[in-house]
């Protein structure tokens, strides 16, 4: 079981980018799947989620300026990120679960290794 993000890179205040969530030996449509962020010195954190039934949720801070979503045929997981600020810097992680607790990092079973997004000013 393996998931593989890309996609991160620099941008400027008010960019875009898009970032994918390869997943291979597991089917994103029978797992939750949820993005986290980890600035830097800071507790990794809820960004968002695309739940087995296709009901998404997000954290406040990106609501309105981010868009999870999946491509079943690709088995890969997207977060459209628009409108980007210096606080959204930090690494980017993709993460998997059955647990219905998709807010929270420690239910999660199966990480991605990471992609670094910088935001600057």
């Known amino acids: 079981v393996q998931l593989v993000e890309s996609g991160g890179g620099l941008v400027q205040v008010g960019g875009s980018l898009r970032l994918s969530c390869a997943a291979s030996g597991r089917t994103v449509s029978r797992y939750n799947m949820g993005w986290f962020r980890q600035a830097p010195g800071k507790e990794r954190e809820f960004v968002a989620v695309?739940?087995?039934?296709?009901?998404?949720a997000y954290a406040d801070s990106v609501k309105g300026r981010f868009t999870i979503s999946r491509d079943l045929a690709k088995n890969t997981v997207y977060l459209q990120m628009t409108s980007l600020r210096p606080e959204d810097t930090g690494v980017f992680y993709c993460a998997s679960t059955k647990s219905v607790a998709v807010g929270q990092d420690a239910y999660y079973d199966v990480w991605g290794q990471g992609t670094l997004v910088t935001v600057s000013s």
């Open positions: 695309i739940r087995m039934s296709g009901s998404i």
